[in-house]
């Protein structure tokens, strides 16, 4: 084991055993929390890496950066699409991911349709919310998602699984709880008539632990793994 596999194994282990605390603290079942390593802006040697040390599930938030990874390892990972989607990249990543992270519009849910009713597919899907109302953050509102979901009915090759939330950067991850908590509810009432619709996807490296206590079944996680980018932002190309 070279010394960066050692030290990716150090970190993923560190994480894992606080999932396993926060999982715990909430009376719930480490094991049926995924942790997605999130690998953006992560050189493909990392990638390959942490897949050495037995992750599977990845996420990436930009189509091609996604598919030139996708190039390298393939189906060695199962691929999570988490950022802003554009329509005109579903052709790249439609084939390729396990889950898309970030359905948050009826022009990219067509889009979608289109693609894996061509390819054969069904594609499985979360829609994001914003939950905290914050501006610069994609998603729905969370009073307009259950008319979407309902909407997306009409979506014969979309199977919608959950929802993805992301909370706003607080030095105190203590903040985001509430706003892990509201997207709980919302989850529970979607979840009430579709026993199907089982994925919550929230937490970060900032603040998995509230998610995960709050209910997450799904954390993404990228810093606390690979350690700090040099993060221009969301740039949409
Ligand atoms: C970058 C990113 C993450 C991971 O963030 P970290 O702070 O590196 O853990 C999770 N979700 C989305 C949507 C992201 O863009």
């Known amino acids: 084991m070279d010394a960066r596999t050692r030290e990716l194994y150090d970190r993923l282990t560190r994480v894992q055993e606080r999932l396993r605390l926060a999982c715990r603290r909430s009376g719930g079942d480490p094991a049926a929390v995924t942790l997605v390593a999130v690998t953006k802006e992560v050189g493909v040697d990392d990638l390959r890496r942490v897949l050495g040390l037995g992750v599977r599930d990845i ?110 950067f607080f030095d105190d991850p203590e903040e985001t709880r509430p706003i892990f908590r509201r997207t709980k509810e919302l989850f529970d009432r979607l979840r009430a008539d579709d026993e199907g619709f089982d994925l919550l996807s929230m937490g970060m490296t900032n603040d998995f632990e509230v998610a995960v206590e709050e209910g997450a079944n799904i954390v993404r996680i990228g810093r606390a793994i690979f350690g700090e980018r040099d993060d221009p932002g969301e740039v949409v190309p």
């Open 59 to 168: 996420g990436e938030n930009r189509a091609q950066e996604m598919v030139r990874k996708y190039e390298v390892v393939g189906d060695e990972a199962r691929w999570h699409f988490i950022g802003h989607l554009q329509t005109n990249k579903v052709k790249y990543v439609v084939d390729k991911t396990r889950l898309i992270h970030s359905l948050d519009r009826p022009s990219l849910a067509e889009e979608l349709q289109r693609r894996a009713e061509r390819r054969g597919l069904v594609v499985q899907a979360l829609i994001q919310v914003n939950t905290s109302g914050e501006e610069s953050k994609f998603g729905l509102p969370p009073e307009e998602v259950p008319e979407f979901r309902e909407w997306l009915k009409r979506c014969r090759n979309i199977r919608v699984r959950g929802l993805m939330t992301m909370a706003p």
